[in-house]
């Protein structure tokens, strides 16, 4: 509903709709926004998310199914996703949104050109589980390979952004 009031308040025309992926959704509309970029689809997107899941309700199911790191009294080690020690996570909020277009339609317009977007790449290893440093440059290679850059360059470059909850593993029950 804010994106197609935002489109009608702007006169944007083009793909428009939402994703809600909690705290990745911002990662998921930009890797989204590039794509219908890329495939020409459109010259300019606005992507972007929020999470403001702070409230009684959302931090109560957090408290009651233990996902909460409990190293109060050291803030600096709460939050440690890939620690083999780990004990949760921090709750936090935040937003991002960026304009994103061409190449072309930025220097049609004049537009000063602030970044570059290279790629993005998403995977799903069974959430709560930590990953080993070979999974990182899988997913660095699967967004290399995606704008034909050679997967060499993970090993000089590491553009990962990794998401974890920090959670223990939940032990894989089978289903009837």
């Known amino acids: ?14 793909p428009n709709y939402s994703i809600s992926t909690a705290c990745a959704t911002s990662n ?3 890797y989204a926004a590039a794509n219908h970029i890329r495939r020409g689809e459109a010259d300019l997107m606005i992507a972007g998310g929020t999470e ?22 050291d803030p600096k080690t709460a939050s440690r996703p890939w620690d083999k020690d780990r004990d949760g996570f921090v709750m936090g909020e935040g937003a991002g949104v960026l304009v994103m277009e ?5 220097m049609k317009r004049d537009a000063p050109i602030i970044a570059e977007y290279l790629g993005g790449a998403s995977a799903l290893e069974d959430a ?8 990182q440059f899988r997913l660095s290679g699967q967004a290399m390979r995606h704008f034909h850059v050679e997967v060499i360059a993970a090993r000089i470059w590491s553009p990962c ?9 939940r032990p894989r029950r089978k289903l009837k």
């Open 1 to 14: 509903m804010g994106s197609a009031l935002l489109a009608i308040d702007l006169g944007l025309m083009g």
């Open 52 to 73: 403001a899941a702070i409230i009684p309700i959302g931090l109560g199911g957090f408290v009651a199914c233990r996902a909460l790191s409990q190293r109060n009294d």
């Open 128 to 135: 709560g589980v930590s990953p080993e440093e070979h999974r």
């Open 102 to 106: 061409s190449l072309e339609h930025a």
């Open 161 to 169: 952004n990794v998401h974890s909850p920090a959670s223990r593993a």
């Open 28 to 30: 998921y509309c930009f």
